[in-house]
C-alpha cells in the first residue's frame, strides 16, 4: 500500500516551531544575534521572504514588530490559514501573530514602501548534492515557490532600503550569491550561516 504524502501546512501551534519556541535559546540565537536583537535593542524586521513563517514567528516570540512578505499565492494562503489558527490558540501565540504582518506580494516592488530596520533574506536553497537529505517539507516548499533565481537583485534591493541591516541566510557550506557586494560580517551556526551587512 503506497504511503500518502502529509499535506503541507504552516504550523505555529505545534511541531518543530513549538518546540523552537519552549527551547530555542531566546537571543542567544544566531538569527536573533544576526538580525540585531540584544539586550534593549529590538528593530523592526522585514522577513522578504517569509515561506513558512517560522523565522517570522521566532523573531515575534522575541518582541520584534516583523512584517512578512510572500510572493506564492499558495504560500501566502497557508501562512493565512496557519496565522489563523494560532490566533484561535489565543494567550501567547496570539500575542506572537499580532505582531506579525503578512504581506502578498514581490518584495522587490514592496520593500522600497516599507520602513524596517532589518531585513532578512531566506532565497530558495541550492539542491543539496544527496537529494535524499532534504526534508520533504523543503522540497514541498520548491515545489510551490521555484527556486528564487533573483535573490541577488532582492539583495540589491534590501541593501538600497533597509534602515540598519541585510541579513541573508544561507546554507553554512554553500558559496556566496554572484553579485552581491562583501558582507560586513558572519554569523555562523550548524548547518546555516548569516551573512550580515551593516547599512545604516
Excluded: C
Amino acid at each position: 500500500m503506497k504511503k500518502s504524502v502529509k499535506e503541507l501546512r504552516v504550523d505555529f501551534v505545534e511541531g518543530a516551531v513549538a518546540h523552537r519556541l519552549r527551547f530555542g535559546g531566546g537571543r542567544g540565537q544566531p538569527i536573533a544575534k544576526a538580525m540585531g536583537l540584544r539586550d534593549g535593542k529590538t528593530p523592526t524586521i522585514i522577513d522578504a521572504t517569509a515561506g513558512l513563517g517560522r523565522d517570522s514567528f521566532l523573531l515575534a516570540s522575541l518582541g520584534a514588530h516583523v512584517t512578512m512578505i510572500e510572493r506564492s499565492d499558495k504560500m501566502h494562503a497557508l501562512l493565512v490559514d496557519g496565522m489563523d489558527r494560532a490566533t484561535k490558540e489565543g494567550g501567547a501565540l496570539r500575542d506572537i501573530i499580532g505582531r506579525m504582518t503578512l504581506l502578498k506580494g514581490d518584495a522587490k516592488d514592496l520593500l522600497p514602501g516599507l520602513d524596517g530596520e532589518s531585513i532578512l533574506i531566506d532565497p530558495m536553497h541550492p539542491e543539496r548534492k544527496n537529494s535524499a537529505l532534504v526534508k520533504l517539507e523543503l522540497r514541498q516548499v520548491r515545489d510551490i515557490v521555484g527556486t528564487d533565481e533573483d535573490a541577488a537583485e532582492l539583495a540589491q534591493v534590501a541593501l538600497k532600503h533597509a534602515g540598519s541591516r541585510v541579513v541573508l541566510k544561507w546554507p553554512a557550506k554553500a558559496d556566496p550569491i554572484a553579485g552581491i557586494k562583501p558582507y560586513s560580517h558572519q554569523i555562523l551556526g550548524k548547518t546555516t550561516r548569516y551573512d550580515v551587512w551593516m547599512v545604516g
